[in-house]
């Protein structure tokens, strides 16, 4: 699968799983919503108040920054089975001040940020590789 | 979400991500099929030949065996939305003779096992954390 085919599949689902690492070197995986631009995915912490304002996603990626991010595709028919890939590394954006092109592209995509768009951290993912695979190719 | 509820909607999909490190400290993550049976959480090896005879995945757990395994539910309606976690430790049967119950439990689950169950690796993870998370609790 081409670089272009694997950020259209990956663009087209509302999900993806953010892969990190933690401090004490053990994976981490949380689902996430999230928007493409280019080579940037960019996904925010949720504006609405949590118990841990400071999530482990976020202490993850100060840690270590390389994070990947996959989107697939399940079918009882599994020829038609699939998934994309993209493994980066992540800046954190903290202040709802920075960040404008990240939390408009997430506001054009979901109609959930149009009242009260992402003033949470921002994450940032620099993709340096996209990656797929189809099992009917 | 207390344990067993967790465990009841892991089982749920029929598909779970599993993170892992890789050698140079980088996550990886990738969909698998797989089986639960108490605390372990079974996947296998496709027996369809592979460009690849050691995946990706295998490497990495063989270097660090601690994973992570995530099923999730997304919906237009963000209320509706949960995901499951379970945090393990993997282990590799490589032999196909070995690592029975797996394999019955894969094969159990899916059909497409029936005509020829998996005999490649199979990876055995031993769950030490089920942990949970519904926007609607």
């Known amino acids: 699968m081409d670089t272009a085919a694997a950020r259209r599949r990956f663009e087209s689902s509302p999900i993806a799983r953010l892969a ?7 994976p981490h995986v949380v689902p996430v919503v999230f928007a493409v631009s280019g080579d940037h995915v960019y996904t925010a912490v949720d504006h609405k108040p949590k118990r841990h304002q400071r999530l482990q996603r976020l202490a993850n990626l ?15 028919d599994w020829s038609q089975l699939w998934w994309v890939r993209a493994d980066g590394v992540a800046s954190i954006v903290d202040d709802p001040a920075q960040g404008s ?4 592209c997430l506001t054009e995509r979901y109609p959930h940020y149009h009242d009260a ?13 996209w990656a797929g695979w189809d099992a009917a190719a």
């Open 101 to 104: 092109e990240g939390r408009r």
């Open 20 to 26: 990190t690492v933690r401090p004490d070197g053990a």
């Open 117 to 129: 768009s992402p003033a949470g951290p921002l994450i940032v993912v620099e993709v340096r590789r």
């Open 62 to 76: 100060a840690f270590e920054p390389r994070c990947s991010l996959l989107v697939d595709h399940y079918d009882h």
